[in-house]
């Protein structure tokens, strides 16, 4: 029998209400494999705790702080936006990644994040053959934007999008109340710069129970605002109020976002609004309707209070396979959703290769777009209903969420060398 | 026995999470009283429906749809904002009033809104004397303002103060892990023009259990910008991040709103961004921090599913307490919240004579602020924890909260001569 080797698990680019149940599923899984994994480390802020040698030493946290992971938002280790290059123009990263993995006997590398991640994470399993240091890289998919590849979707996208589904509905029926003598319009800035699968989740609030009239600006339709305008007249003449979803991405035919249209503040600084204030002023100025906006930012990917139960379960469960494959011998792949059915929907885990995910974004299907442009179709329907069913709530006290925070000890170096990022 | 006579219920000014809550403790408890009150009707778009005589059949709704009513957002049967002038000023409308309310015996005027609405149900009060039709008024409060003298709070505004607090938390573990390589400043911008009440309850998300850096702008405090961005600085230097909450309503020793410094768009319209992007570029600016901001708006006022229990409780209770004052006898009163302890909370509802609620508006008293005027102390913590106390969540269905939408059936009107709004 091999002696056990170490762990290190990191969490890597924009955070989610759910990465922290992947990192539960990972830590409580390896936890059962003692023969086969010994200490477990996480990296400080991602792979710059690798690269920097400032692991924490997961080993020091108890069952039950481990266990409320599962129910709080953030990365509990920090995280990062830090993308290794290839091995000949970063040839001193990698050596000094393995230095870091040699110095702590580390044989799995578990990356938790989205699409540079698992680029990342690709890179860190070629080292077995490359630089000859015997390593397993499995990647732990996340990312609210749900532009990965292969697998079904992404944890965080649907906790992301639940909230912005009943956001998108409350507020309308705000703006429904108000509309006669006060406020007709309501814009909701959403995140997903290059797909609109979280704008479409604004779609879900309008229902046959809860018929709502909402437009939706994807980024993947080029922005028309003659069209868009009379859409929106449209909806106000029919239902006296109108709800807009818009992607932060959105971009006219011109190429240019729509939150940077010549927008300065009183020193002539650019890029100062988001695309909601422009989009409702907008309106404002063509159709003379009042309006509201509101930019979700953080509050959308932080909002584990509104997780999706069957996103909590999927993330917890790709941590679990991610440590079930590396003690199955696996290396450079990353475990996957895949659905067996929609009605009733049921999923199970997959495994795809590393190289088949890194790079690769899927952006919305054309048949989950109206034709219009400004909807989603009964098809983008039935995929995203599933994702948000179920409620998953997180333990309350003196009327607020209990989330964890860890101890995060570090764990004492070995290198004499500090590593410089670059 | 004297003939029962009829009941009108009104909506005004912004709506809550909980005002269908009031509007549910209104019509329940009226349906219990049919030896005193007749019909139920509703202004459509509140007092502009009785000066249309636009009244809803509440009759018309099932007694399912009217307790859903408790766990249903935005202004069921519409809101408005409308301010009647004095007698002298708006003679044609109180005629119409009395007109409209003659022709359907209606003799309850429950009024439910802010101090606005206090006034105007003040003024309908006093019809009996002034202008001799026997009525009476009674004011049910509401704002998520949280500015009305007498009672000890407001329906609505503890649900977004949970609402904020809890966000305010979440937002603020997710910048803590994005703080070491990307986003050091999340600024939140939250409702609340003239008093910093909702403001304050960012303050709740960090405590003894999760202790966060929360810099709190109030409208109370005259912004000083120099001695804000060293306030940042600090917990940026002491904690790696920071969280801003800054009050729509904070301005600068000339008197002018933060929202308003000279932000222009493309066609020099003012007025454009709100005080979340002001603030967090100029953290950008001066200290070099990156940022990401968020505008609450209607979703802090919306959030039915973050509600607070002892706010759905307590404005179903005022609603309740409104009709049995009616049917005592009183007019020209408002139930109201009274604290009879803090540890453990007790309450009770009490009555206070609209002439001493109507416009007079209540900010955060000084000794809730603490010194350096950046956030809250342990006496205004103490006020704020039991009104957030308690999850009432929506009933769900697809992975949505469900709303009800009523019929709101038009009663057939009576009266030959249409009103155009002044």
Same mark, same amino acid.
């Not at 003692?34 to 400032?54: F, P």
């Not at 990698?94 to 578990?110: C, S």
């Given at each position: 029998?091999? /002696?056990?080797?170490?762990?290190?698990?990191?969490?890597?680019?924009?955070?989610?209400?759910?990465?922290?149940?992947?990192?539960? &599923?990972?830590?409580?899984?390896?936890?059962?494999?003692?023969? *086969?994994?010994?200490?477990?480390?996480?990296?400080?802020?991602?792979?710059?705790?690798?690269?920097? #040698?400032?692991?924490? =030493?997961?080993?020091?946290?108890?069952?039950?702080?481990?266990?409320?992971?599962?129910?709080?938002?953030?990365?509990?280790?920090?995280?990062?936006?830090?993308?290794?290059?290839?091995?000949?123009?970063?040839?001193?990263?990698?050596?000094?990644? %393995?230095?870091?993995?040699?110095?702590? =006997?580390?044989?799995?590398?578990?990356?938790? &994040?989205?699409?540079?991640?698992? =680029?990342?994470?690709?890179?860190?399993?070629? $080292?077995?053959?490359?630089?000859?240091?015997?390593?397993?890289?499995?990647?732990?998919?996340?990312?609210?934007?749900?532009?990965?590849?292969?697998?079904?979707?992404?944890?965080?996208?649907?906790?992301?999008?639940?909230?912005?589904?009943?956001?998108?509905?409350?507020?309308?029926?705000?703006?429904?109340?108000?509309?006669?003598?006060?406020?007709?319009?309501?814009?909701?800035?959403?995140?997903?710069?290059?797909?609109?699968?979280?704008?479409?989740?604004?779609?879900?609030?309008?229902? #046959?129970?809860? #018929?709502?009239? %909402?437009?939706?600006?994807? !980024?993947?339709?080029?922005?028309?605002?003659?069209?868009?305008?009379?859409?929106?007249?449209?909806?106000?003449?029919?239902?006296?109020?109108?709800?807009?979803?818009?992607?932060?991405?959105?971009?006219?035919?011109? &190429?240019?976002?729509?939150?940077?249209?010549?927008?300065?503040?009183?020193?002539?600084?650019?890029?100062? @609004? &988001?695309?909601?204030?422009?989009?409702?002023?907008? %309106?404002?100025?063509?159709?003379?309707?009042?309006?509201?906006?509101?930019?979700?930012?953080?509050?959308?990917?932080?909002?584990?209070?509104?997780?999706?139960?069957?996103?909590?379960?999927?993330?917890?469960? $790709?941590?679990?396979?991610?440590?079930?494959?590396?003690?199955? @011998?696996?290396?450079?792949?990353?475990?996957?959703?895949?659905?067996?059915?929609?009605?009733?929907?049921?999923?199970?885990?997959?495994?795809?290769?590393?190289?088949? +995910?890194?790079?690769?974004?899927? *952006?919305? !299907?054309?048949?989950?777009?109206?034709? =219009?442009?400004?909807?989603?179709?009964?098809?983008?329907?039935?995929?995203?209903? !599933?994702?948000?069913?179920? #409620?998953?709530?997180?333990?309350?006290?003196?009327?607020? !969420?209990?989330? +964890?925070?860890? /101890?995060? +000890?570090?764990?004492?170096?070995?290198? /004499?060398?500090?590593?410089?990022?670059?």
């Amino acid at each position: 029998m091999t /002696k056990p080797r170490n762990a290190f698990y990191a969490q890597s680019g924009g955070v989610t209400a759910v990465i922290n149940a992947s990192a539960c &599923g990972v830590i409580e899984t390896a936890r059962l494999y003692q023969d *086969k994994i010994g200490r477990i480390y996480a990296g400080r802020n991602g792979i710059l705790g690798a690269l920097t #040698e400032d692991l924490i =030493d997961v080993g020091q946290e108890t069952a039950g702080d481990i266990a409320a992971l599962r129910h709080t938002p953030g990365g509990a280790f920090g995280s990062c936006r830090y993308k290794l290059k290839g091995l000949e123009q970063s040839r001193a990263e990698y050596e000094r990644l %393995i230095e870091v993995f040699k110095a702590h =006997d580390i044989g799995y590398f578990f990356y938790n &994040g989205g699409g540079d991640s698992a =680029d990342t994470c690709l890179k860190v399993s070629q $080292l077995s053959a490359s630089m000859a240091y015997p390593i397993q890289a499995i990647h732990v998919p996340k990312t609210i934007d749900n532009d990965l590849p292969i697998t079904d979707c992404c944890p965080g996208f649907a906790s992301a999008a639940k909230y912005i589904a009943a956001s998108t509905r409350e507020a309308s029926l705000d703006v429904a109340s108000m509309s006669k003598a006060s406020t007709q319009i309501f814009v909701l800035e959403v995140m997903g710069r290059h797909a609109g699968w979280i704008a479409a989740a604004g779609g879900l609030a309008s229902d #046959e129970h809860c #018929e709502l009239p %909402i437009v939706i600006l994807f !980024p993947e339709i080029t922005f028309d605002q003659g069209k868009f305008l009379a859409r929106v007249d449209a909806m106000v003449k029919q239902y006296g109020f109108c709800s807009v979803v818009v992607s932060e991405g959105v971009k006219n035919a011109e &190429g240019q976002f729509l939150a940077d249209q010549g927008v300065k503040d009183a020193f002539g600084h650019a890029k100062l @609004g &988001g695309a909601a204030p422009v989009v409702a002023g907008m %309106i404002g100025d063509a159709l003379g309707y009042r309006y509201h906006w509101a930019v979700a930012d953080y509050l959308q990917r932080a909002a584990r209070h509104l997780a999706s139960a069957t996103d909590v379960e999927q993330a917890y469960a $790709l941590g679990r396979a991610a440590v079930e494959l590396a003690v199955a @011998g696996h290396n450079a792949v990353m475990p996957t959703i895949v659905r067996r059915s929609e009605q009733p929907y049921r999923w199970e885990v997959g495994v795809a290769a590393l190289e088949r +995910v890194a790079n690769v974004e899927k *952006k919305m !299907p054309p048949e989950f777009i109206t034709t =219009d442009g400004y909807g989603i179709t009964a098809e983008c329907r039935a995929y995203l209903l !599933p994702l948000i069913a179920g #409620e998953d709530y997180p333990p309350y006290s003196n009327g607020l !969420p209990q989330y +964890v925070r860890l /101890k995060n +000890v570090a764990v004492p170096k070995r290198l /004499k060398q500090e590593f410089n990022i670059g």
